[in-house]
């Protein structure tokens, strides 16, 4: 047993010609701040995608916890313990954000139906409790389509969250996020994760995150991981300079 939460051995994928995942090989351990860049077409998404059940692996394995998750669907992939956000949120939109983390939490449980989720006092404390850690008690009786592009995203990361993955990804989570509010919207993301032992891995291609946030750094290229290590020895990698942030002198 490595004690890794999730390892991922031999990942491969390509579209026709392209080789958009080569032998991708990563381990992480529990409550690890992981981060993965990389320019755009870098192979982050695929990754990501092959990770959570949206995209079929050519070869490879993934596991969670030792167990294969594999090519399970994304809902399975879910229940066992990966939670996932997107850079766009993906909420019901004429419902309570308390309403949505009810959804999730049924989605992330073990059955009942996801348009009539469980009203549970546990359920309903555990979404209030998830409001409230994001400061968003103020929204909870507000329908999500009417409320700010901020806090949407918050409530998007609040499902995620409410289920208690092991491992938590997030799509570029300060994307469309201005410049003012991607310290606040992360600080907020980080605070709600004290206490959990959820590892997070997040896309991003803002390297003051990244510095910020991080404890380690994936940098991609071509379908490759060609840097691994803590995000200074990183981001003063040549090889990352010149392929990834372009810094190099
Ligand atoms: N469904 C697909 N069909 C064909 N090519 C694809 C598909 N999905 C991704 N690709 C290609 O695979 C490569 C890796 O794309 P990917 O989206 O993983 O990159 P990325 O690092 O996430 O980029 P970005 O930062 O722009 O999101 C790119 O060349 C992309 O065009």
């Known amino acids: 047993m490595s004690g890794a939460v999730l390892e991922v051995k031999g990942l491969m994928k390509s579209f026709g010609a392209l080789v958009a995942a080569n032998n991708l090989n990563v381990e992480v351990m529990p ?28 070869a490879g394995q993934v596991k969670l916890d030792g167990k ?9 992939i879910t ?7 997107f850079q766009i949120p993906q909420l019901c939109e004429a419902m309570t954000p308390v309403d949505n983390i009810l959804v999730a ?8 139906s996801v348009f009539r989720p469980a009203r549970t006092k546990g359920s309903l404390d555990r979404a ?15 329908p999500v389509n009417e409320l700010p592009g901020g806090v949407r995203k918050l409530i998007d990361i609040a499902m995620s969250l ?5 491992v938590f990804l997030l799509d570029e989570p300060t994307s469309g996020v201005s410049t003012e509010e991607k310290f606040p919207l992360m600080d907020k993301v980080m605070a709600a994760l ?3 032992r959820s590892a997070v891995i997040f896309v991003e291609h803002d390297m003051e995150i990244v510095t910020r946030y991080a404890d380690r750094v994936l940098a991609f290229y071509s379908g490759e991981i060609i ?3 803590a995000p200074d020895e990183v981001l003063n990698d040549p090889a990352v300079q010149k392929y990834v942030t372009g810094t190099a002198r």
């Open 162 to 166: 409410a289920s208690r993955p092991r």
């Open 227 to 229: 840097a691994d290590d």
């Open 194 to 196: 004290e206490g959990e």
């Open 68 to 76: 294969d998750i594999t090519r399970l669907p994304p809902r399975l």
């Open 128 to 142: 209030v409790e998830m409001l409230e850690r994001f400061g968003l008690e103020r929204y909870a009786g507000r």
């Open 105 to 112: 939490l049924e989605i992330a449980g073990d059955g009942g």
């Open 31 to 58: 409550a690890a701040r992981l981060s993965l860049i990389g320019s755009n077409g870098a192979g982050k998404t695929t990754f990501v995608n092959m990770v959570t059940g949206y995209l079929k692996p050519d």
């Open 79 to 85: 229940r066992a313990g990966l939670g996932r956000s």
